[in-house]
């Protein structure tokens, strides 16, 4: 929710409980809530309390003031809401509205913005994971009094530690999804990154795999994704940790491109 957002959703819950005082039935010795306001309000102190935990940077702090001043609002003799206890809930509502248009500081939306990078920043991301997978492959070799480890040996084994590094820059990441449909067929994706709209693609060479070969197999690939909904990047890492692939540069440049909505970046390393 953006800063305007929630000030236009403070103002309305303000109205509402100002109204719901207005209509307060007043007599010589009682004051009491309307009838038709009772169950509004209680709806209302459930709903702010959501909203400052979903919205706040410290939202359970506003939510525990707004839970205090609602059970205190009905801990009478006949247990409807006081006319003091909608005012005082009113004005944890007021106070947060005068807070968040003074700044979008207080906003959890404002920090994540801060804080992640834009999409092709987090593209990058994927290529220095894949720069570095070597590296981490071998060092998961040397492990203290001869513990065991993943020895990276084949497709499989690229794919699990590929996706245990995806997990530490990226929240959501959805393995093994389908692709549409392609030439009368469909096939699986290895990774769908739906926060930057990429897909990662997977490959390990192998003998008997050519070049040629693998560039083919990467051009039916791109083919599919094309057609892909929440696919905007198509990012192919190829491990090659035995060099079997002679110009690995050469297959690259032919397949990096922009085809229409779809980028395509591929990596083969190291």
Not at 84 to 106: F, M, T
Request: charged share 30%; aromatic share 8%.
């Amino acid at each position: 929710m953006t800063q305007d957002d929630l000030i236009a959703t403070l103002e309305k819950y303000s109205e509402e409980l100002s109204g719901i005082l207005a209509r307060f039935n007043k007599t010589r010795d009682s004051l009491s809530i309307s009838q038709n306001d009772h169950s509004r309000f209680k709806e209302i102190g459930v709903e702010l309390i959501d909203l400052f935990r979903d919205e706040l940077i410290d939202g359970l702090h506003h939510a525990k003031i707004t839970a205090e001043y609602f059970n205190d609002a009905t801990r009478n003799y006949y247990g409807t809401p006081s006319y003091r206890g909608v005012e005082n809930v009113r004005g944890v509502a007021n106070a947060v509205l005068a807070r968040v248009k003074r700044s979008s500081s207080s906003l959890k939306s404002a920090q994540i913005s801060a804080r992640t990078p834009s999409s092709p920043e987090r593209i990058e991301v994927l290529f220095r994971i894949g720069e570095r997978f070597h590296l981490v492959a071998k060092q998961l070799r040397n492990r203290r009094e001869s513990r065991s480890t993943l020895d990276v040996s084949d497709e499989y084994d690229v794919q699990d530690l590929f996706h245990a590094l995806l997990r530490i820059p990226f929240d959501d990441v959805r393995p093994e999804e389908w692709t549409p449909s392609y030439a009368g067929g469909s096939s699986r994706m290895d990774f769908l990154l739906p926060e930057i709209e990429a897909v990662v693609e997977i490959k390990k060479s192998r003998p008997g795999l050519s070049a040629r070969e693998l560039g083919e197999q990467l051009i039916v690939d791109i083919a599919k994704y094309n057609q892909h909904p929440s696919c905007r990047t198509l990012f192919c890492f190829v491990y090659d940790p035995d060099g079997r692939i002679s110009n690995p540069r050469g297959i690259e440049n032919d397949l990096n491109a922009t085809q229409e909505d779809l980028t395509i970046r591929v990596l083969i390393a190291p």
